[in-house]
C-alpha cells in the first residue's frame, strides 16, 4: 500500500464518508523556493453529510488530528474540500 492510499485509508476509518479523492498537487510546486521532493502538497476532497454540517475550522482541525504523523512528516502541504 503506497502512502496516499495509506492517508485515504486513515480518513475512512475515522470519518466513514461517502466518498474521499486524494489528489498529489506537489508536481505543481516543484518550482517554489522551500519545495522539497520528500513532502506531498496534497488535496483531499471528502464527501461527507457529518463534516458538512461542521465549520471549516472544526474540519481542518478534525483532518489535521486523523493525519498529524503525516503532517509532521511527509505533507507540507494540505488542501481539504468538503462537498
Do not use: C, G, R, W
Request: charged share 35%; proline share 2%.
Amino acid at each position: 500500500m503506497n502512502f496516499l492510499d495509506k492517508i485515504k485509508e486513515k480518513i475512512i476509518k475515522q470519518i466513514n464518508p461517502e466518498s474521499v479523492t486524494l489528489i498529489d498537487n506537489s508536481s505543481l510546486h516543484s518550482k517554489h523556493k522551500f519545495f522539497d521532493p520528500k513532502k506531498y502538497h496534497l488535496k483531499v476532497i471528502i464527501k461527507s453529510a457529518e463534516l458538512k454540517k461542521m465549520n471549516q475550522i472544526e474540519v481542518h482541525k478534525k483532518i489535521f488530528s486523523i493525519l498529524k504523523e503525516e503532517m509532521n512528516s511527509k505533507i507540507h502541504a494540505l488542501e481539504i474540500e468538503i462537498i
